[in-house]
């Protein structure tokens, strides 16, 4: 357990891009952190929106693989911001402290929601070039508690985790995913109260993307719901591109799931 943790590619990059911390609200309390890595002189960078579990280095990879590339790439974690307007203007401020007047986005899942709410709040003048949503959603009433948002502040870390970890694989997987799971749950357990009680009202806040303020930029969806259908004949993947070991996975949790049903 927590072997990306302790891998030479996580420490590596620990050990060689910096994490930034900036501040741009006059509440000098509200601190972005990020790992910017990659040439300065590009202008439109790619800027990574973590979830509500994530930390600015749950894209380690992506940026390694990236700048390796000679693409500039950007990993933020949010301060404590309680509404989206709020979110987007403080957004704003920091691609101005960093001179960046335009940029592409990618978002996972609540990060993919306030990607596209921010090249909303920004189409007048546009700033997003364009929108990367990995599992991200475009109405926050999906999740069906819209009138529990503004009590999220009240709650104890504790119960705000354990509100988190519901949403987390609990059956069987591979052990590539349960790496990542694991190191997902340890970066949860390093954010506070706050971080926690605000990301939650942001991500369940009564609010949804107004699709004609968002038309005109490129958009590309990746989901991995998928892999569900991986191994039966609603698959839509060519069986000779998916593992034996990832088939028997799936096998068992298609086992567990007609059981339960």
Known sequence: MGEIKVSPDYNWFRSTVPLKKIIVD?????????????????????????PVSGTADVFFRQILA????????????????????????????????????KVHLFGASLGGFLAQKFAEYTHKSPRVHSLILCNAFSDTSIFNQTWTANSFWL?????????????????????????????????LESLGQ?????????????????????????????????????????????????SAEELEVQKGNLSISQEEQ
């Open 26 to 50: 006059d509440d000098d309390s509200k601190i972005w952190s990020l790992y910017d890595a990659g040439p300065r002189s590009i202008r439109c960078p790619l800027i990574f929106l973590p």
């Open 66 to 101: 990236l700048t390796g590339w000679g693409y500039r790439v950007i990993a933020l974690q949010y301060p404590v911001y309680w509404d989206h307007l709020e979110f987007c203007d403080g957004f704003r401020k920091l691609l101005d402290h960093l001179q960046l007047d």
């Open 155 to 187: 709650m104890p870390a504790f119960m705000l985790k354990k509100i988190v970890l519901g949403n987390f694989s609990s059956g069987p997987v591979d052990p590539m995913m349960a790496d990542a799971i694991d190191f997902m749950v340890d970066r």
């Open 194 to 242: 706050s971080e926690l009680a605000s990301r939650l009202t942001l991500n369940c806040q009564n609010s949804y993307v107004e699709p004609h303020k968002i038309r005109d930029i490129p958009v590309t969806i990746m989901d991995i719901h998928l892999l569900q259908f991986h191994g039966t004949k609603y698959a839509a993947i060519d069986p000779s591109m998916v």
